[in-house]
């Protein structure tokens, strides 16, 4: 696919990187306790995430899931709110009002990571409705899972987005389950992508661990949302490593042989690979971790440093205007 | 000043309001054609981008209108009847009235979900809802339930500007109800500001949406009995005029929290909650609840009317108020 290394598949690359080891160091604080709640971790589906948002402009609209962390570094947010957000604090991107479910930065073009499965697909046709109204060529794009696609929103929103020939492009990432459920045991077709014919919508079935190739395939949905061909729908194949949310006990038994199998076709060894045979220093790419590596240590001690919410907090962005706090938190 | 009934003033509100700010649009099931006529000439003056007809999809296009929200178009959504909003709940309650608050400020929703309270008129038990106590439950949802056509305009109009998801229950008992109506085209009544709508020093009677004109007809029954009856339509229910109702009670002494709603956990109860926690020292005897009762709403005219409120039944708390003994005046 890349015929030579370029600045733009250095930037695939990092912000892979970034993903990988700002999930690494969250799953590893999360088991020491320093994250509260629930770490749905997005390692194994990197190249789905960077090859999707680097096609869209930095003014193209994303909706997400409950698997929140990997987009928005996809899309290129900055690490520190996201980290601090994890954290609970004040600094983080949603104040500390959202967590591991809702990292989503609206700087780069979010419009929110929702936690209901499926959720998201139908704000995100409307999204593509608004611009579509205003007359401008922003397109939305929305990830979801293979479960989303059982969800009512699922099959509505792409409804929605076929009869009104929206600028959208749903990608769905197959990881191969919801939660524990794999989907052969709750979705009756072979490839979610056959769910596109329902809609009249264009499908296109992508390798999930290659960064490029997704990337290849959501240019070409992007490129027709633009025009106006309306909506498509683009499965990338692709897996996570840990169980639906870490450190929870398992909820999936003994994946261990298909996790190995999956690993071995890792999409950021994949790329790393690719990278060095079209002529790219190992040098280059050691010192680029590196860098990242430094940024995502930068993040936490950043999150760490800062100061939780007041209990106050707890009464702003219900409404535009914050709410009165009641007399049994200020007595 | 002319005059315009409820249902016209919905038609008045919506059209002022779209020629007025070009990203407000409307969409619902068969808007174009105009069921109940609140959007006569709209696709003739604005066309059907901004007057759009959705397929009947509930979940689909109320969530659209919260895409759309969030990237700065202002939609109303008519979604005919207050039983189709559940469908919807998972995109009204989960991304509607949290998105603001889970991205911690990020997001802005402008948008206002119309719904009719459809009830009194033999459309049985699965198309007479009135939810709108549902959605007190949770919060970020600013919720109004005009009682007359005056107030349906200037209130629909400040929700259509308000950049807070609004849900405007419309109860048809009032659709053809007409009021005066100001010609000044910046008409708004703010939400949150309750109306008194009859003065009286016995009795305040707190009634919500088509309660109100059954509470004033009940007050003047009563007068001519001497007993004399406030009173308050709080004209939206989130946020709800805390401070007008309890001035009132406070003045009277006795309250009647009067619901179209199913009694319980409806908005009488909230109201009557409120009142019994700040302003019990000034009671002189229970507050009272004159709702339906917690059965579904039947099909037949036989016996669906006597569930609801009725002036009778207001009148009757209000005797049972104030002690039987009282003289009656001639």
């Known amino acids: ?331 | 000043m002319t005059k315009a009934t409820y249902l016209e003033a919905i038609r008045q509100a919506q059209h002022e309001e779209m020629s007025r700010d070009p990203r407000v649009f409307i969409m619902g099931e068969d808007i174009i054609c105009n069921v109940f006529g609140t959007t006569t000439g709209f696709v003739e003056a604005f066309g059907t981008e901004r007057v759009r007809d959705t397929p009947i999809s509930e979940n689909g296009f109320i969530g659209a209108a919260a895409g759309a929200s969030m990237v700065g178009m202002r939609p109303i959504v008519d979604a005919t009847i207050a039983s189709f909003l559940y469908p919807a709940m998972d995109q009204i309650m989960s991304i509607i009235a949290k998105s603001r608050y889970i991205y911690g400020g990020q997001a802005r929703l402008p948008l206002v979900i119309r719904t009719c309270l459809f009830y009194g008129n033999s459309n049985a038990a699965q198309h007479s809802d009135r939810p709108y106590s549902m959605f007190m439950n949770v919060p970020g949802l600013k919720i109004m339930v005009p009682s007359n056509a005056y107030d349906m305009k200037g209130m629909l109009k400040a929700a259509i500007r308000d950049d807070d998801p609004v849900l405007c229950f419309e109860d048809s008992t009032c659709w053809t109800s007409k009021s005066d109506m100001p010609d000044d085209p910046d008409f708004m009544i703010p939400l949150g500001k309750g109306d008194i709508k009859r003065e009286g020093t016995d009795i305040s009677v707190i009634a919500v949406a088509g309660a109100v004109p059954l509470a004033l007809k009940a007050a003047e029954v009563l007068a001519k009995e001497g007993i004399s009856i406030e009173v308050v339509d709080p004209r939206s229910l989130v946020p709800l005029d805390k401070a007008l109702i309890l001035k009132s009670v406070r003045k009277t002494g006795r309250a009647i929290t009067v619901d179209p709603a199913h009694q319980t956990c409806s908005a009488a109860s909230e109201i009557s909650a409120l009142i019994v926690e700040q302003a019990f020292d000034a009671l002189r005897g229970p507050v009272l609840r004159v709702a339906t009762a917690d059965t579904h709403l039947p099909f037949s005219p036989a016996i669906e009317k006597a569930l609801y409120p009725t002036v009778d039944r207001i009148v009757t708390a209000a005797r049972t108020l104030v002690g039987t003994a009282r003289p009656v005046s001639a």
């Open chain 1, 1 to 331: 696919m890349t015929d030579r290394p370029n600045d733009r598949s250095l930037e695939k690359y990092r912000r892979m990187l970034r993903i990988r080891h700002f999930e690494d160091k969250a799953e590893a604080i999360h088991a020491a306790g320093e994250i509260p709640g629930a770490l749905h971790t997005y390692a194994g589906q990197e190249a789905s995430g960077v090859g999707a948002c680097i096609a869209l402009r930095n003014d193209d609209y994303m909706v997400g899931t409950h698997r929140s962390h990997g987009h928005p570094i996809a899309k290129g947010a900055k690490l520190r709110p996201l980290m601090a957000e994890l954290l609970g604090k004040v600094t983080g991107i949603c104040k500390g009002k959202g967590g591991s479910m809702h990292l989503s930065d609206f700087s780069v073009g979010s419009l929110g990571e929702t936690s209901i499965v499926g959720s998201g697909i139908p704000v995100a046709a409307g999204a593509a409705l608004g611009s579509k109204l205003q007359g401008n060529d922003r397109v939305a794009l929305c990830f979801f899972g293979d479960g989303a696609t059982n969800e009512g929103a699922f099959h509505e929103g792409m409804n929605l987005a076929a009869v009104w020939k929206l600028p959208a492009i749903f990608v769905c990432e197959n990881n191969g389950y919801a939660v524990s459920t794999p989907a052969s045991a709750a979705v009756p077709v072979k490839d979610i992508a056959e769910r596109a014919k329902a809609y009249a919508m264009p499908a296109i079935i992508v390798d999930g661990q290659d960064v490029d190739a997704v990337e290849a395939a959501v240019t070409e949905a992007v490129e027709r949302a633009r025009t106006g061909g309306g909506p498509t729908l683009v499965e990338t194949k692709t897996y996570r490593y840990a169980d639906h949310a870490v450190n929870m006990g398992r909820i999936l038994l003994d994946r261990g042989a298909e996790v190995d199998e999956w690993r071995k076709r890792d999409p950021l060894t994949l790329y790393r690979a690719r990278l060095l045979e079209a002529g790219v220093a190992a040098a280059t790419l050691d010192a680029m971790e590196q860098e990242v590596a430094d940024e995502v240590a930068d993040a936490l001690q950043f999150a760490r440093d800062s100061a939780y919410p007041e209990q106050a907090d707890a009464f702003d962005d219900v409404f535009v205007d914050r709410l009165p706090i009641p007399d049994y938190l200020t007595a």
